[in-house]
């Protein structure tokens, strides 16, 4: 199958990380081009190495129409899109702009939010409603996004698909520690995260607050 993945590529950036690995797993069966951000706008992270076709052709903060255009020359048999808000929703003119340009693929196009707002707001809800008539998947990383997704935002022809990273050999907390330079005896927490870990992932407060 032939394979576009709209995304951030090779930048200092979570999903980017998270196409990496998605697309070194497609590439074994399948043909595979991401659709970028200029690395301009991402940035670069000379670490990941996964070798795929790519071209840069989008940036969050002006527009998205030269990802239809690059889709009738590749002429996949299936569009996915790495959502982010910040990314292809960074206000509501952009996120306008982006559904717009999804409406002119006229192939099938699959999504997947790596974040849902979880306070409820109108923009979000209108932008989610909107993009069910775009988008004939929708995959939400864990069962609680989804449901919020679905009861706050009413989305339509979701499903749950665990985030997938790869597997990582894990030191016990004494070896961390020590690795920091902060002792067993120490008040410090240590947490180990995969990509942002912050306010906007709904962690702060959650977390920090209680302890």
């Not at 595979?32 to 190495?49: A, C, F, W």
Request: charged share 20%.
């Amino acid at each position: 199958m032939r394979i576009a993945l709209a995304s951030t590529w090779k930048a200092k950036c979570g999903i980017s990380t998270y196409t990496s690995y998605l697309a070194e797993e497609l590439t074994k069966n399948n043909q595979v081009t991401i659709l970028s951000e200029y690395p301009e706008i991402s940035g670069v992270d000379e670490t990941q190495k996964v070798e795929v076709p790519n071209i840069p052709c989008w940036n969050r903060y002006e527009d998205f129409s030269k990802i239809p255009e690059e889709i009738k020359k590749l002429k996949p048999e299936i569009l996915h899109v790495q959502h982010e808000f910040g990314l292809f929703g960074i206000n509501p003119v952009m996120s306008n702009n982006f559904l717009e340009a999804m409406a002119k693929i006229n192939i099938p196009k699959v999504i997947t939010y790596h974040s849902v707002p979880l306070v409820p707001h109108p923009f979000f809800k209108d932008y989610f409603l909107k993009s069910d008539k775009e988008f004939c998947g929708k995959i939400f990383h864990n069962q609680v996004a989804l449901s919020h997704a679905v009861n706050t935002y009413g989305v339509k022809k979701a499903t749950h698909i665990n985030h997938g990273v790869k597997l990582c050999d894990l030191s016990d907390k004494e070896v961390c520690r020590n690795e920091l330079n902060i002792g067993c005896d120490s008040s410090y927490i240590v947490l180990m995260s995969m990509g942002y870990f912050g306010g906007l992932k709904g962690v702060m407060d959650n977390f920090f607050n209680k302890n």
